[in-house]
């Protein structure tokens, strides 16, 4: 079963626009969730971290959020630009050892 | 300081050969993991090597095999090729050990085609 599931599988908004990508997870224990950006034909990129008591972080125009009870996690974008446009993978750590991957979120932000 | 380089970019095998793909990571990280990713599996984790030592290894038949020098670097072989290996395979570094905490490091990975 998968431990990291996200949604939606891809979305398409114009550009200037808000989004918000959603990620669930069944890890335990649990370590840190990481959101990772991958532009097309590039390695995933680090955007924020998240630790068990932290509900909220952002990265300029990208702002994680966290609750540990639900067991969610969310990405929101803000006045998204074209460089936007990617997949946006999370990344949740258990113990030293394990990581679990989510499928990712394909972004496309359109003029 | 530069950043994760994988060689080559791009490689296009048969069935039944073997490959090498390389990874050279940020100056003074000791870790170096290995990943495939597929349109339909997303990123797997494959294995990872501290100091020369592989300490992680993902689900993968034994095909799958990977080492890492005495300056970091790490290469990762492929034998007996099969289709369904075809795929983005992605190298990350990262300066402590293990796989959590630390963000990794990716590079941009070696496309791989096994026609």
């Known amino acids: 079963k998968n431990q990291v599931e996200q949604s939606p599988q891809s979305l398409i908004i114009l550009e200037g626009k808000n989004c918000t990508l959603q990620c669930n997870y069944t890890v335990s224990p649990f370590s840190n969730l990481r959101w990772y950006k991958q532009d097309t034909g590039r390695g995933p990129v680090s955007l924020t971290i998240?630790?068990?008591?932290?509900n909220t972080k952002s990265n300029g125009r990208y702002t994680a959020t966290l609750d540990a009870d639900t067991k969610q996690s969310s990405l929101h974008i803000t006045a998204s630009q074209l460089s936007d446009s990617a997949s946006y993978i999370c990344v949740v750590s258990a113990t030293r050892y394990k990581l679990s991957f989510g499928a990712g979120t394909t972004v496309t932000v359109r003029a | 300081k530069a950043g994760v380089t994988q060689t080559p970019r791009y490689l296009i095998k048969t069935r039944g050969q073997q490959v090498t793909l390389s990874c050279s990571p940020i100056s003074g990280h000791r870790s170096v993991s290995w990943y495939q990713q597929t349109p339909g599996q997303g990123l797997q984790f494959l294995f990872e090597y501290f100091s020369e030592t592989q300490r992680n290894k993902g689900n993968f038949p034994g095909r799958f095999s990977g080492r890492q020098f005495s300056n970091s670097r790490s290469e990762m072989n492929v034998s007996t090729l099969e289709l369904g290996d075809s795929a983005l395979y992605l190298c990350a570094s990262s300066f402590y050990p293990g796989l959590t905490a630390p963000a990794l490091h990716f590079g941009n990975g070696t496309r791989l085609t096994v026609t």
């Open positions: 998240m630790t068990f008591s932290e």
